[in-house]
């Protein structure tokens, strides 16, 4: 029987709000044990939330996207309905592209709409030119696969065989697809039973006022960062993605922030327009505040209950046409390394009001390794692999080595690849000298080495190759990415960062390192012995130690020379002079069609200022 309430009184609202926290890990738990694809079940790559519902999220990772799917759809929304979509263009680009299918299910009492629970991942293949959906050198959206615009998969709790047909008809790999997706729904199912427990245990008005209660709560926690972490007046920041894959690049991503009063201005102009290739990322607003919504909590007050609402308090501009709103039917496929750098470009655009408590640049993109072939008993296989790598140097401590920005996402163990897939790993560990040296050293990226066991094709997505995660505050710039491939003959094949259809045979091998990430402050302040200690670990070398931190150690017992190193780092700091807010590493020299861009615009700026000195 439940228990009607008139005030939510403060014990109740933890409750509630611990019960919700709880749904929302329940889902993903779910959904990493029924997936099949290792990118859901094994790395996490899917996201959930639980709505009101008007469709403001009060649990979750995603943000708002469920008001603009109400708004758009006009066929009616009933008790056991469950709806999916997979295309960016038709969902206000609540996924960012067509490998995200969205999951979005109504929760009703007593036939009233009382909430939405909601769940994306990332789908393994769905059709198009090349295994795994995601081609380096696609030019629209319509040579990526098959967009799913929003349809019912569930009508009323019946399932739309037609339309799963349909789909999984268009999969090189239907049966994981199917378990993904039907993980998902489960997922959904398990967070609407939850809020209908609450509803049978506290009375269905008390949920909805704690709903309220908890969005209101980070309203005003988040109006309070904007205060104390924002600038009143204008600043600006601004990083490059290195190339698009058809040999484009670099493009420009440039943000502006100021506040007034308690709320944030975030603006993009002044990014690049987008690029011809698939790595421009459709950017909604809502999953931007998300995104620094993300930012702030974690970096200022990891206690706040993340949900959306703070989003009020956000305003956010994005040019028509830029990298990061692009025109339909723009190639979206390769997005993630503009999304990753978005956070670069955010921590540094806060960074420039105070520096000492901001992070470095991490690593910066989403390096994916795609293989894909068949195994020794003819059936098909397809691997898609995301890597991790150097994590900033930041105001408490060292960057974690060989880690993923992305807080939940996890690696998959050398001994589910060995056994599934014709792999074998034979290194996987930190990239040694990639960190940034710093005060506080920037984490090494990653460095993986495959030896392929069938013939087959591969595919890499990464980038860093010709920029530097930058450091900040004297911190140096972490290492680049490189890719290289090792004949069976011997033969030495660099990679670019993004590639498709190279084809590999029994016996090759892949190394691939990931970019490290910056340092955080003047690494001729670090203590000596913290720098001994990374070089016993091999995080560090001798030359590194002695090059960039100014630490002499014994090549042999790698004891500490407390003299030399002294009067090395006095000489090192004449040397020097005085150290940068940032230190970037070289920007990458425009090329393809991103050159004849620059050269155009400075021809126009020329002509500009000649106009005005002849006026004036």
């Not at 509630?16 to 694809?37: C, P, Q, T, Y």
């Not at 709505?51 to 799917?69: L, N």
């Not at 036939?111 to 380096?136: C, K, M, N, R, Y």
């Not at 090192?572 to 069609?593: L, S």
Request: aromatic fraction near 10%; glycine fraction near 10%.
């Amino acid at each position: 029987m439940s228990t009607q309430r008139t005030k939510l009184d403060k014990i109740t609202l933890d409750i509630i709000e611990n019960a919700l926290r709880n749904a929302r890990h329940e889902m993903d738990a779910v959904v990493f044990r029924s997936a099949m694809s290792p990118v859901i079940r094994e790395q996490h790559d899917a996201f959930p939330m639980i709505c009101t519902p008007d469709g403001r999220m009060v649990v979750g990772q995603f943000g708002s996207y469920i008001s603009g799917f109400i708004k758009e759809w006009k066929r009616g929304i009933h008790p056991g309905d469950i709806f999916l979509t997979s295309d960016p263009y038709k969902c206000q680009a609540a996924i960012s592209h067509i490998n995200d299918w969205l999951v979005l299910m109504p929760i009703f009492r007593d036939g009233e709409l009382i909430g939405w629970a909601s769940q994306f991942g990332h789908t393994l293949d769905i059709g198009g030119p090349v295994p795994g959906s995601l081609p380096t050198d696609a030019t629209t959206i319509y040579g990526e696969g098959v967009r799913i615009p929003p349809v019912k998969l569930f009508d009323q709790g019946r399932l739309n065989e037609d339309v799963l047909d349909l789909i999984l008809n268009n999969s090189r790999t239907p049966e994981m697809n199917y378990f993904d997706l039907m993980a998902i729904v489960a997922g959904c199912r398990t967070a609407a039973r939850r809020v209908l427990e609450l509803c049978d245990r506290f009375g269905k008005e008390t949920v909805m006022e704690a709903f309220e209660a908890l969005l209101d709560r980070t309203y005003r926690a988040m109006s309070q960062l904007i205060v104390k972490n924002l600038p009143e007046e204008p600043v600006s920041f601004e990083d490059y993605v290195d190339d698009d894959g058809r040999g484009n690049g670099p493009y420009k991503m440039k943000l502006t922030i100021w506040r007034e009063g308690d709320h944030g201005y975030f603006d993009w102009t002044g990014t690049d327009p987008q690029a011809p290739g698939p790595i421009n990322f459709y950017l909604s607003e809502e999953m931007f505040k998300m995104f620094i919504g993300v930012y702030l909590i974690m970096v200022f007050d990891p206690q706040i209950l993340f949900n959306d609402g703070f989003y009020p308090l956000l305003h956010i501009i994005i040019p028509e046409g830029s990298l990061l709103r692009p025109k339909f039917p723009a190639a979206l496929g390769c997005r993630t390394h503009a999304l990753a750098r978005l956070f670069d470009v955010l921590g540094g655009a806060l960074g420039r009001q105070a520096p000492e408590l901001t992070t470095a640049a991490g690593y910066g993109t989403s390096p994916y390794l795609l293989y894909n072939g068949y195994d020794e008993n003819g059936e098909f296989f397809h691997l898609m692999e995301i890597s991790f790598g150097g994590i900033p140097g930041r105001p408490v401590d060292d960057g974690l080595d060989a880690h993923s920005w992305w807080p939940l996402f996890e690696n998959i163990p050398t001994e589910y690849l060995e056994s599934y897939y014709p792999l074998t790993i034979e290194q996987y560990g930190s990239m040694i000298d990639s960190g940034g040296a710093g005060f506080h050293r920037g984490g090494n990226g990653v460095i993986k080495v495959y030896r392929f066991e069938a013939d087959g094709e591969i595919a890499i997505h990464d980038d860093r190759e010709r920029s530097h995660p930058w450091g900040v505050l004297g911190g140096l710039p972490g290492a680049p990415s490189s890719k290289l491939l090792i004949r069976k003959n011997g033969e030495r094949v660099p990679l670019p960062s993004k590639v498709s259809c190279v084809k590999v045979e029994k016996g090759d091998r892949l190394i691939y390192v990931t970019a490290g990430a910056g340092g955080w402050k003047d690494p001729l302040d670090r203590p000596p012995e913290k720098v001994q200690k990374d070089v016993i670990r091999k995080l560090v070398s001798l030359e590194k130690a002695r090059r960039d931190y100014g630490v002499v150690l014994d090549p042999k017992t790698l004891e500490i020379d407390h003299r030399a190193t002294e009067s090395l780092r006095a000489k090192m700091r004449r040397e020097r002079g005085p150290v940068p807010t940032f230190t970037f590493g070289p920007t990458p020299e425009p090329i393809g069609v991103m050159a004849e861009y620059y050269s155009r615009k400075a021809r126009e700026e020329t002509a500009g200022a000649g106009v005005g000195d002849r006026r004036a």
